[in-house]
T-cell receptor, first 117, second 114 residues
């Protein structure tokens, strides 16, 4: 089946630094990628939707200047957490959808656990 | 996102039991109804999905949607310890600007003990 790879799987950083998380579709072209955030024992929260070559659409309450999303190619989207703070510590997951399929099937990355000290 | 409600559990059952997992939703625009399974410290994986109302069966798993009552169910027959995971329901909008967007329930944590 289709594979979505996220990197890094774990990252620890100091408060005030920026962290970049990559999401790659390995064997298909992802026209749309979604970024989620998951707090412990909570559901996935959609942060933003990105379409290749255009600006990301952010969900209400998500700071676009803090969570920079770039979808420059059909196989790569990046999420940059700028000036990270301890409250940004979370599990970030991307998903990708290829083509124009209307089944809605998405393929998820394994997630990236961010810890901000 | 409060468009989907799901009892978080935890739910603990013996091996071989029939498990029933449920969600309710409020948005009548949902057309597809997905179920994801998430093992600890892993990303969610698609288990199965249904389109509109009705049942769909896949091995030991049966997904059921009742659009009139906005109720989604997942049944697991002959449950196994390997089924222990968090199960998330996720209705899907397939038209308009929110195409492809999944609205996740909180997930129900299931433990099947031998």
């Amino acid at each position: 089946g289709a594979v979505v790879s996220q990197h890094p799987s774990r990252v620890i950083c100091k408060s005030g630094t920026s962290v970049k998380i990559e999401c790659r579709s390995l064997d298909f072209q992802a026209t749309t990628m979604f970024w989620y955030r998951q707090f412990p024992k909570k559901s996935l929260m959609l942060m933003a939707t990105s379409n290749e070559g255009s600006k990301a659409t952010y969900e209400q309450g998500v700071e676009k200047d803090k969570f920079l999303i770039n979808h420059a190619s059909l196989t790569l989207s990046t999420l940059t957490v700028t000036s990270a703070h301890p409250e940004d510590s979370s599990f970030y997951i991307c998903s990708a959808r290829g083509g124009v399929s209307n089944t809605g099937e998405l393929f998820f990355g394994e997630g990236s656990r961010l810890t901000v000290l | 996102q409060k468009e989907v409600e799901q009892d978080p559990g935890p739910l603990s059952v013996p091996e071989g039991a029939i498990v029933s997992l449920n969600c309710t939703y409020s948005n009548s625009a949902f057309q597809y109804f997905m179920w994801y399974r998430q093992y600890s410290r892993k990303g969610p994986e698609l288990l199965m999905y249904t389109y509109s109302s009705g049942n769909k069966e896949d091995g030991r798993f049966t997904a059921q949607v009742d659009k009139s009552s906005k109720y989604i169910s997942l049944f697991i027959r002959d449950s196994q310890p390997s089924d222990s995971a968090t199960y998330l329901c996720a209705p899907l909008v397939i038209r308009g600007s929110t195409l492809g967007r999944l609205y996740f329930g909180r997930g129900t944590q299931l433990t099947v003990w031998p």
